[in-house]
């Protein structure tokens, strides 16, 4: 079975500050992870995802997070906020391009100017 | 490329009613996924379709039901409507046998967005 868990639902973080979203995953084979971002009411654009080519994976928008298995976690960052950051952020997992997404909760990120 | 285009934006339906949500896939795509996302929730999968069947089902009651057509688009119907149905209601298409290396990834349409009154 896949899950993911992300700790907490809310995040602030000022302008120019570094973000930090946590992931952490289970899952009983290697898994696929991808972070995604919502705007208010739009629907889901990917970030980024791992799929086991490189453990520290660059996505749009200057994000990037690491693929750490020994720690079971795959925690988005950013180095320096910017407003237009502010959005819902979803960890998900799935198997393979047949299967479906298992998405966290969310964590909501506010960027204070 | 259209991307994944999802009908109507917004719905409002009182209890008991039945509504019909429709999805058009990404150009390319042969699979569509539905996804049921609560306020303040992460999405939930609902059921997938893939040459006309469904194939994996979530932990959704029969009331839920879809249907793919041979152009690959695809409905998703909800019978008997609760309050608690009102949801953000999210189409993904995706290539059954696609890699993740070659972006083969799930594209998410805006979503229809169901109140139920």
């Known amino acids: 079975a896949q899950s993911v868990t992300q700790l907490g639902s809310h995040v602030s973080v000022s302008e120019g500050a570094l973000v930090l979203l946590r992931c952490n995953y289970s899952s009983s084979v290697p898994p696929y992870l991808f972070w995604y971002v919502q705007y208010p009411n739009q629907g889901l654009q990917l970030l980024l995802k791992y799929t086991s080519a490189a453990t520290l994976v660059k996505g749009i928008n200057g994000f990037e997070a690491e693929f750490k298995k020994s720690e079971t976690s795959f925690h988005l960052t950013k180095p320096s906020a910017h407003m237009s950051d502010a959005a819902e952020y979803f960890c998900?997992?799935?198997?393979?391009?047949?299967?479906?997404?298992?998405f966290g909760t969310g964590t909501s990120l506010t960027v204070i100017p | 490329d259209a991307g994944v285009t999802q009908s109507p934006t917004h719905l409002i339906k009182t209890r008991g009613q039945q509504v019909t949500l429709r999805c058009s896939p990404k150009?390319?795509?042969?699979?569509v996924s539905w996804y049921q996302q609560a306020l303040g929730q992460g999405p939930q999968f609902i059921f997938q379709?893939?040459?006309?069947?469904?194939?994996q089902r979530g932990n959704f009651p029969d009331r839920f039901s879809g249907h793919q057509f041979p152009n690959y688009s695809s409905e998703l119907n909800v019978n008997a409507l609760l309050l608690g149905d009102s949801a953000l209601y999210l189409c993904?298409?995706?290539?059954?046998?696609?890699?993740?290396?070659?972006?083969?990834?799930?594209?998410f349409g805006p979503g229809t967005r169901l109140t139920v009154l």
């Open positions: 150009s390319g795509h042969d699979t």
């Open positions: 998900a997992v799935s198997l393979n391009t047949g299967n479906q997404f298992y």
């Open positions: 379709y893939y040459e006309e069947e469904e194939r």
């Open positions: 993904a298409s995706s290539l059954l046998a696609g890699l993740w290396e070659a972006g083969d990834e799930q594209f």
